[in-house]
């Protein structure tokens, strides 16, 4: 079990320009998560995912962002017309599904830090 | 409204010390879950310990212990025995309801632990 994976680490783009986060959960994990972190503050839910279908959304996620999780495995994460307030730490975590043993616990992946110049 | 309230920005604490983390919640649901994270510096987060809202004993995890306090509204992180990789920050989240498994997190509460 590796855990969970992110690519890339840092990403460092043009204000303007599109960006694309993956995320690959634990393998077994069906329930996938997308947060976003802001220097000094707590993570902030952005979207999660059940198998392949999207179940949530936060008010957070602007027409801008679109995340996609297509055969219910790896997801990806889309910044369209990058804004410098869009530079934080995204995080993806994932969970096993509702009434398994520790579904409740969330695993996180090291995160991709975006900083838009 | 604020879900967690975390109202500790940094604390400081002697190595082998005890230290405890203070954090309240808001929520109408009866069942809830509150969990505590650590973040070091590298940035990976890090499960510590969960509290279920029907749970009647409070959680315990080697040294990290759960003061929950359900009238109060509050689930405190004590961390017995202080040592050097402790030093990171600490946030307290919460999920609400059943089968809804996203998290609200607190600011939290950066701490260090000096030698």
């Known amino acids: 079990d590796t855990g969970v994976s992110q690519d890339p680490r840092h990403k460092i783009t043009k204000r303007g320009q599109n960006v694309t986060f993956r995320c690959d959960p634990i393998?077994?994990?069906?329930?996938l998560y997308w947060y976003r972190q802001t220097l000094g503050q707590g993570p902030e839910f952005l979207t999660y995912f059940q198998n392949e279908a999207q179940l949530e959304k936060s008010r957070l996620l602007s027409d801008r962002f679109s995340a996609e999780r297509p055969k219910g495995s790896f997801s990806t994460l889309e910044i369209q017309r990058t804004e410098q307030g869009d530079s934080a730490m995204y995080l993806c975590a994932s969970s096993s599904a509702p009434g398994t043993a520790s579904s409740y616990e969330q695993y996180f992946g090291p995160g991709t830090r975006l900083t838009v110049t | 409204a604020q879900k967690i309230t975390q109202t500790q920005p940094g604390m400081f604490v002697q190595e082998k010390e005890a230290v405890t983390l203070d954090c309240t919640y808001d929520?109408?649901?009866?069942?809830?879950?509150l969990f505590w994270y650590k973040q070091p510096s590298s940035g990976e987060m890090i499960f510590l310990i969960y509290?279920?809202?029907?749970?009647?004993q409070n959680a315990t995890e080697g040294r990290y212990s759960l003061n929950f306090q359900k009238a109060r509204k509050s689930a405190n992180l004590v961390i017995s025995a202080s040592q050097l990789g402790d030093s990171a920050m600490y946030f307290c989240a919460m999920r609400e309801g059943w089968g809804d498994y996203k998290l609200s997190f607190g600011a939290g509460t950066t701490v260090t632990v000096r030698a």
């Open positions: 393998s077994e994990h069906n329930r």
């Open positions: 929520t109408s649901d009866q069942s809830y879950g």
């Open positions: 509290q279920g809202s029907y749970d009647e």
